[in-house]
Protein backbone atom coordinates (compact mmCIF):
# COMPACT_ATOMS: atom_id res chain seq x y z
CA UNK A 1 0.00 0.00 0.00
CA UNK A 2 1.50 3.34 -1.17
CA UNK A 3 1.69 6.35 1.43
CA UNK A 4 2.30 9.89 1.15
CA UNK A 5 4.34 12.23 3.46
CA UNK A 6 5.90 15.38 3.21
CA UNK A 7 9.29 16.01 4.85
CA UNK A 8 10.74 19.31 5.23
CA UNK A 9 14.46 19.43 4.29
CA UNK A 10 16.56 21.40 7.46
CA UNK A 11 19.18 24.04 6.83
CA UNK A 12 21.74 21.18 7.25
CA UNK A 13 19.92 19.26 4.33
CA UNK A 14 18.21 16.79 6.24
CA UNK A 15 15.41 15.39 6.80
CA UNK A 16 13.74 12.80 8.96
CA UNK A 17 11.73 9.76 7.78
CA UNK A 18 8.28 9.58 9.53
CA UNK A 19 7.39 7.13 12.49
CA UNK A 20 5.10 4.48 10.18
CA UNK A 21 8.63 4.52 7.66
CA UNK A 22 11.33 3.92 9.99
CA UNK A 23 8.82 1.01 11.18
CA UNK A 24 9.26 -0.72 7.98
CA UNK A 25 13.00 -0.48 8.10
CA UNK A 26 15.51 -2.65 9.55
CA UNK A 27 18.86 -2.03 10.36
CA UNK A 28 21.55 -3.38 7.81
CA UNK A 29 18.90 -3.06 5.24
CA UNK A 30 20.63 -1.58 1.84
CA UNK A 31 18.31 0.77 -0.76
CA UNK A 32 19.43 1.77 -4.29
CA UNK A 33 19.04 6.08 -4.07
CA UNK A 34 18.45 7.94 -7.32
CA UNK A 35 17.30 11.55 -8.51
CA UNK A 36 15.60 12.28 -11.65
CA UNK A 37 14.44 16.37 -11.89
CA UNK A 38 11.95 17.06 -8.77
CA UNK A 39 11.89 13.01 -7.64
CA UNK A 40 14.25 10.99 -4.92
CA UNK A 41 13.45 7.51 -4.94
CA UNK A 42 14.47 4.69 -2.34
CA UNK A 43 14.50 0.98 -3.63
CA UNK A 44 15.42 -1.88 -1.05
CA UNK A 45 17.57 -3.71 -2.57
CA UNK A 46 16.86 -7.65 -2.17
CA UNK A 47 19.87 -9.82 -1.34
CA UNK A 48 19.94 -13.09 -2.87
CA UNK A 49 20.10 -16.12 -0.57
CA UNK A 50 21.97 -19.61 -1.66
CA UNK A 51 20.54 -22.92 -1.49
CA UNK A 52 21.87 -24.06 1.51
CA UNK A 53 20.50 -21.12 3.52
CA UNK A 54 16.98 -21.55 1.82
CA UNK A 55 16.74 -25.08 2.34
CA UNK A 56 17.56 -24.16 5.74
CA UNK A 57 15.35 -22.13 6.22
CA UNK A 58 12.95 -24.50 4.69
CA UNK A 59 13.71 -27.26 7.67
CA UNK A 60 13.36 -24.68 10.56
CA UNK A 61 10.35 -24.51 9.52
CA UNK A 62 9.31 -27.94 10.01
CA UNK A 63 6.56 -30.24 8.75
CA UNK A 64 3.68 -28.65 6.83
CA UNK A 65 0.33 -30.16 8.36
CA UNK A 66 -1.31 -29.54 5.25
CA UNK A 67 0.49 -31.20 3.24
CA UNK A 68 -1.04 -34.08 1.87
CA UNK A 69 0.16 -37.57 2.24
CA UNK A 70 1.45 -39.63 -0.99
CA UNK A 71 -1.73 -42.13 -0.23
CA UNK A 72 -3.97 -38.81 -0.49
CA UNK A 73 -2.09 -37.56 -3.33
CA UNK A 74 -2.56 -41.20 -5.07
CA UNK A 75 -6.15 -41.19 -4.18
CA UNK A 76 -6.89 -37.49 -5.66
CA UNK A 77 -4.76 -38.40 -8.93
CA UNK A 78 -6.61 -41.93 -9.56
CA UNK A 79 -10.29 -39.76 -8.73
CA UNK A 80 -9.24 -37.23 -11.35
CA UNK A 81 -8.38 -40.02 -14.05
CA UNK A 82 -11.66 -42.12 -13.52
CA UNK A 83 -13.64 -38.57 -14.07
CA UNK A 84 -11.45 -37.95 -16.81
CA UNK A 85 -12.24 -41.36 -18.67
CA UNK A 86 -15.90 -41.16 -18.07
CA UNK A 87 -17.69 -40.95 -21.82
CA UNK A 88 -18.81 -38.02 -23.16
CA UNK A 89 -21.63 -39.56 -23.85
CA UNK A 90 -24.86 -41.31 -21.91
CA UNK A 91 -25.14 -44.63 -21.96
CA UNK A 92 -28.16 -46.07 -23.63
CA UNK A 93 -29.47 -47.92 -20.33
CA UNK A 94 -28.76 -44.44 -18.62
CA UNK A 95 -31.35 -42.46 -21.53
CA UNK A 96 -34.57 -41.24 -20.26
CA UNK A 97 -37.81 -42.65 -22.19
CA UNK A 98 -38.11 -39.41 -23.64
CA UNK A 99 -34.48 -39.64 -25.85
CA UNK A 100 -35.57 -43.33 -26.73
CA UNK A 101 -36.86 -41.76 -30.14
CA UNK A 102 -33.35 -40.18 -30.94
CA UNK A 103 -31.00 -42.10 -32.92
CA UNK A 104 -27.77 -43.72 -31.23
CA UNK A 105 -25.18 -42.11 -32.48
CA UNK A 106 -21.37 -42.81 -31.40
CA UNK A 107 -18.17 -42.00 -32.54
CA UNK A 108 -16.42 -45.39 -34.04
CA UNK A 109 -13.48 -46.20 -36.23
CA UNK A 110 -15.88 -47.96 -39.02
CA UNK A 111 -19.08 -46.75 -40.47
CA UNK A 112 -22.31 -48.27 -39.53
CA UNK A 113 -23.88 -50.70 -41.46
CA UNK A 114 -26.51 -49.91 -44.00
Not at 2 to 13: F, L
Not at 30 to 40: A, F, K, N, R
Not at 65 to 94: F, G, L, M, W
Request: hydrophobic share 30%; aromatic share 6%.
Amino acid sequence: MAKTNVVTITQERQFAFPPEILEALEPGDEYLLWQTDDTIVLKKITQTISFDTLFQRIEALGPDSDQPTEAEICDIVNTIRHERAQPCYPKPEDRSSDSASEPDVRLSPHPAPQ
